[in-house]
């Protein structure tokens, strides 16, 4: 390292007074510190908005499209699994809030308690995803890999789902068009069991920094920040299971 | 200008435990609610011939979005944010439902199949 560096550094430290270690030396403050990575992390957020939204756009349109087809395809989805999904995922956002505050508060051992239970709840999520997904591979309603439209042409062949509906037999064009609905299920519901997975994994590597006590110093910018992407993922699925599950009813 | 711009620096605000467990029993409420109207036929709306609106995906979608606001602004601590993340937000959910309503319109105003 140069004298000069040296100089300026020194400079520095005496220009800041005394600060905590975290705080990087081009902030003025903790707050500014805070405030300014949670602006960067908010602008993440709008870009995976944006990236859902194509999605959803895509699934309003094929869904107005082809109606007949979208509602006797969504028939197909279990609804209780879809509303205790939904109980899991929110539950598991109440954690990792409290989990936030347990940093917040300086509480290492409730930290580690709520990003615990956010994992295990983030777990039971995808396991009830996959009972799911196992299912439609079963009835052979997953799209180019192993499909049929068996139940679409001739419902009473699937009777659990036909004495629940009643669904008249669709035209084989229209039947074809399930296979869509399919398509935007398992890319919108996949592509948040992804968003899910990463953010486990994430939860796994805090779980270990954690309990070396690092977000209980007071610096709980990278804790606060995951809850917002945790929070975020937790949104989609908000509005995942109505369009997906429950519209379709009448 | 407003005292706020004087002093941008304002201190870390904790939200207390109690306001997440209220707003958690809140989407729960709602979810159940969602659920609930789900099984009923709330009916239709024949606004003009061929244009029909269905209100069980609008009461579901109106659900969804009170749902939304609940935990951007609580457990996603917004209601206690600087200006900047609240127009951050703000813009976002401007952007994407300006680029969806355009889509939209596109697609429902074009001539399908008439060329």
């Given at each position: 390292m140069s004298d000069s560096t040296a100089i300026s550094n020194s400079a520095a430290a005496e220009a800041h007074q005394e600060h905590p270690a975290y705080q990087r030396h081009h902030f003025e403050s903790v707050d500014q510190q805070f405030d300014a990575t949670n602006f960067a992390m908010w602008l993440f957020l709008l870009t995976e908005v944006m990236f859902f939204g194509g999605l959803f756009t895509a699934y309003l349109i094929m869904r107005n499209w082809y109606y007949p087809a979208f509602v006797e395809a969504s028939h197909q989805l279990n609804i209780g699994w879809g509303t205790a999904n939904t109980a899991v995922l929110i539950l598991s956002s109440f954690t990792m809030a409290m989990g936030v505050w347990s940093a917040e508060m300086r509480k290492k051992g409730m930290l580690l308690l709520f990003l615990s239970l956010t994992f295990i709840l983030g777990l039971a999520f995808l396991g009830i995803k996959t009972i799911e997904y196992h299912e439609k591979w079963e009835k052979h309603h997953v799209p180019g890999l192993?499909?049929?439209?068996?139940?679409?042409?001739?419902?009473?062949?699937?009777?659990?789902?036909?004495?629940?509906?009643?669904?008249?037999?669709?035209?084989?064009?229209?039947a074809g068009k399930t296979e869509m609905y399919f398509f935007l299920y398992f890319a919108m519901t996949g592509m948040h069991a992804l968003h899910m997975i990463i953010g486990i994994s994430i939860l796994g590597f805090m779980?270990?920094?954690?309990?070396a006590g690092a977000y209980t110093t007071g610096h709980v910018t990278y804790v606060e920040n995951f809850g917002l992407y945790w929070h975020f993922v937790d949104i989609i699925w908000i509005f995942l299971f109505p369009l997906l599950y429950l519209i379709s009813r009448y | 200008m407003s005292e706020h711009n004087e002093h941008p620096e304002h201190e870390h605000h904790i939200v207390s435990p109690v306001i997440y467990m209220a707003i958690l029993l809140a989407l729960l409420v709602f979810t159940g609610l969602t659920v609930w109207m789900s099984f009923i036929d709330l009916g239709e709306w024949h606004i003009a011939p061929g244009l029909t609106l269905f209100w069980n995906p609008v009461v579901a979608l109106a659900i969804a979005c009170t749902k939304m606001v609940l935990v951007v602004l609580f457990f996603m601590h917004v209601k206690y944010s600087t200006r900047l993340t609240k127009l951050t937000?703000?813009?976002?959910?401007f952007t994407f439902l300006a680029l969806i309503g355009m889509t939209l319109t596109d697609y429902f105003s074009r001539a399908w199949g008439r060329w």
């Amino acid at each position: 390292m140069s004298d000069s560096t040296a100089i300026s550094n020194s400079a520095a430290a005496e220009a800041h007074q005394e600060h905590p270690a975290y705080q990087r030396h081009h902030f003025e403050s903790v707050d500014q510190q805070f405030d300014a990575t949670n602006f960067a992390m908010w602008l993440f957020l709008l870009t995976e908005v944006m990236f859902f939204g194509g999605l959803f756009t895509a699934y309003l349109i094929m869904r107005n499209w082809y109606y007949p087809a979208f509602v006797e395809a969504s028939h197909q989805l279990n609804i209780g699994w879809g509303t205790a999904n939904t109980a899991v995922l929110i539950l598991s956002s109440f954690t990792m809030a409290m989990g936030v505050w347990s940093a917040e508060m300086r509480k290492k051992g409730m930290l580690l308690l709520f990003l615990s239970l956010t994992f295990i709840l983030g777990l039971a999520f995808l396991g009830i995803k996959t009972i799911e997904y196992h299912e439609k591979w079963e009835k052979h309603h997953v799209p180019g890999l192993h499909w049929s439209d068996a139940s679409f042409l001739n419902p009473a062949s699937d009777p659990e789902v036909y004495k629940e509906y009643h669904d008249p037999p669709l035209a084989a064009d229209m039947a074809g068009k399930t296979e869509m609905y399919f398509f935007l299920y398992f890319a919108m519901t996949g592509m948040h069991a992804l968003h899910m997975i990463i953010g486990i994994s994430i939860l796994g590597f805090m779980l270990v920094r954690a309990r070396a006590g690092a977000y209980t110093t007071g610096h709980v910018t990278y804790v606060e920040n995951f809850g917002l992407y945790w929070h975020f993922v937790d949104i989609i699925w908000i509005f995942l299971f109505p369009l997906l599950y429950l519209i379709s009813r009448y | 200008m407003s005292e706020h711009n004087e002093h941008p620096e304002h201190e870390h605000h904790i939200v207390s435990p109690v306001i997440y467990m209220a707003i958690l029993l809140a989407l729960l409420v709602f979810t159940g609610l969602t659920v609930w109207m789900s099984f009923i036929d709330l009916g239709e709306w024949h606004i003009a011939p061929g244009l029909t609106l269905f209100w069980n995906p609008v009461v579901a979608l109106a659900i969804a979005c009170t749902k939304m606001v609940l935990v951007v602004l609580f457990f996603m601590h917004v209601k206690y944010s600087t200006r900047l993340t609240k127009l951050t937000v703000a813009c976002g959910l401007f952007t994407f439902l300006a680029l969806i309503g355009m889509t939209l319109t596109d697609y429902f105003s074009r001539a399908w199949g008439r060329w």
